[in-house]
Every structure is written in structure tokens, then in C-alpha cells.
């Protein structure tokens, strides 16, 4: 699958965002704990949910730095730093989610005058609407990593961005990370492709839990207070009950309307549904609400998080979010 790379933001928008950086230092640009050798390549990427999957691949061949680290930021409103700029200024290979997830990343890769190659998670996605038009194949990103076409990289209303909860969208990437690193680094191109497949396996693991989810629980109802996990459910067969209207303004920080509100506690209270399932790393009046009433009912409550826990790969996280998703599931 040929790499897709980001899109560059209208020039007035790049000059604002090089006139905002805020300070002059990063507590969150922590690098990946591997042991890279001397000479090893640089990788960037705006998530420790991308790093590690990174690590998996590349191995000692790289060093690897997440701009957010910690499970207490919001990719959605972080502010970039001089720091942040300076580390994405030094990468061979920039990995972001995309969709307007971490749109910092576009500020931040246009403010350096970064030529890395630059992978778009989101754009491998099946729900992505600019597949098509942003695919260029090989000889094309050895010519220029960047696309000249402009693209919006904010919140793109019908998608949702949460790519990483969709272990198909996580193939693909890992797909596209082989193939970059391979092309960086030659000489380590077996190894490459011997972690990515080693990964890939694992990532058909949690394929095969979600299916296992779906046999037992297929059509089962489930509310979210935010889209975060809707890959997830989805690919394990389960039916979103929640109000588009109610998750929409809860990820957006905004009020939810007193009538959307109303539909989404009786949906709650309906019997219908199995599971609620709440972002930890974000809510409101209306998601304790929302919780409340799960609790009234005898619903069981699930927290997910948007990054990485620090003790756990990515494996181990969806692979602990699938097992108590489906023993939820199971009471």
C-alpha cells in the first residue's frame, strides 16, 4: 500500500501557527524507551498510541518521541511548544492520527519546514471521505513527501477520527511504517518486515476477539458518551444507541440541548442497552448524567482512554478494553 502524507494547510494558517507556539519547552516530548543505536533514524508522532506501534516495528533502529506521552492531555486542545517544533524539526519519519484529531502536528511539521515523509492514519481508514484523492504512489513521495494540494485537517463533521480503535486501520498503517522505514534504512528491511509481521499477528488477535464479541453479542446496544471506542464496537457487531447529537457535543466541550439530553437518558433507561462505555480522559455534567443513570439501571460502565496507559503496549490496551468490553457484556 503506497504511503499517504499530509496535506499543507493554507499559507495564512501556517504563519499563525508559527507565531503561536507557546514556550520554550516541552515536559510531553519524552522518547520511546528503546535502545536505539548511534546512527538510528528519528521518528515523531503525535501520540504515544503511534510511538509504541512504531517501536514494534522499527526496533533498535530508531528513536522514537511522542509530542503527548501522558494519558491526562487532550490531543484535541494541546498547545504545541518551541520544544515540540524543534523535535519534529529533527524527524526522519512523522506519524499523526489525522482527521483533526492532532491538528498541532500540522502546525508544528509547517512552522519547522519538516521534509519528512509524513504518515496520516486516517487516511488509511475505510470511513476516510479523501482516500482517493490523496494516494500517490512511490516514486511520486520520493519526489516530494508532501502533497501540493491544501487540506482542512479540522474536525471533519461524519468522521470519526478515533482511527486507533480500528484494528483494520491499524494494519494499514503498520503496512505503510514498514514500508517507509524499510525505504529509510535498507539494510534493516528484513528485520522491518519480520517485527511487522510478528505485530500484525497480535492485531489479528484482537480482530479474533472482537469476532468473538460478535457471535456472542451480535446487534447487542451500547451507548457512548463520546465516539472514541465507535471502531470497536463496531467491529465487534454491537449497535451504537447513542443521540449522534449527544456524543457530537460532548467531544466537542460543548452544552448538550436539554431535548437530546432527555433522549439520551431514556435510552439509558430503555432496557435496551447492555453497556455504557465513558471517555476517562473527558466528560461533563451531562456524562455524569448519562453514568448516573446507567448506575440506576444496573448498566455496566466502562472507562476507555484516548492515549496509552504507560504500563501497557498497544496490544495489551485494546486487548484489555475487548476483554472487559465482552465481560460487560457477559453479565
Request: contains cysteine.
Amino acid at each position: 500500500m503506497p504511503l499517504k502524507t499530509r496535506l499543507l494547510l493554507a499559507p495564512a494558517l501556517v504563519a499563525g501557527a508559527a507565531l503561536t507556539l507557546a514556550g520554550c519547552a516541552s515536559a510531553t516530548a519524552d522518547p520511546s524507551q528503546s535502545s536505539a543505536s548511534a546512527d538510528a533514524i528519528t521518528i515523531v508522532t503525535s501520540t504515544n498510541v503511534y510511538s509504541q506501534i512504531a517501536e514494534e516495528i522499527a526496533g533498535d533502529a530508531a528513536t522514537i518521541t511522542p509530542v503527548i506521552s501522558s494519558a491526562a492531555q487532550d490531543p484535541h486542545d494541546y498547545e504545541a511548544t518551541a520544544a515540540d517544533q524543534l523535535t519534529v524539526q529533527k524527524a526522519d519519519l512523522i506519524i499523526q492520527n489525522g482527521g483533526g484529531y492532532d491538528a498541532f502536528m500540522d502546525s508544528l511539521i509547517d512552522a519547522s519546514k519538516s521534509e519528512a515523509p509524513v504518515i496520516v492514519a486516517a487516511e488509511y481508514s475505510d470511513s476516510w471521505q479523501g482516500t482517493e484523492a490523496t494516494e500517490h504512489d512511490t516514486d511520486e513521495l520520493e519526489a516530494s513527501p508532501h502533497s501540493e494540494l491544501e487540506h482542512d485537517h479540522d474536525h471533519i463533521e461524519g468522521f470519526n477520527e478515533h482511527v486507533w480503535y480500528d484494528p483494520h486501520t491499524i494494519e494499514h498503517v503498520t503496512e505503510a511504517i514498514t514500508e517507509e522505514l524499510s525505504r529509510l534504512v535498507p539494510d534493516e528491511a528484513e528485520t522491518f518486515q519480520a517485527n511487522s509481521t510478528a505485530f500484525l499477528a497480535q492485531v489479528a488477535g484482537l480482530e479474533k476477539s472482537l469476532d468473538d464479541i460478535k457471535a456472542a453479542h451480535g446487534g447487542a446496544e451500547v451507548f457512548v458518551t463520546e465516539p472514541v471506542p465507535g471502531y470497536l464496537i463496531a467491529a465487534a457487531g454491537l449497535e451504537n444507541a447513542t443521540p449522534d447529537e449527544f456524543s457530537e457535543a460532548v467531544e466537542e466541550g460543548q452544552d448538550v440541548p436539554a431535548a437530546v439530553l432527555l433522549a439520551a437518558l431514556n435510552e439509558v433507561k430503555s432496557g435496551e442497552v447492555k453497556v455504557v462505555i465513558a471517555n476517562a480522559q473527558a466528560g461533563g455534567a451531562e456524562t455524569t448524567q448519562i453514568i448516573d443513570a446507567a448506575g440506576t439501571a444496573g448498566i455496566p460502565v466502562l472507562e476507555f482512554t484516548e492515549t496509552r496507559p504507560d504500563d501497557q503496549t498497544y496490544i495489551q490496551w485494546m486487548q484489555k478494553n475487548i476483554e472487559d468490553l465482552a465481560g460487560a457484556l457477559d453479565k
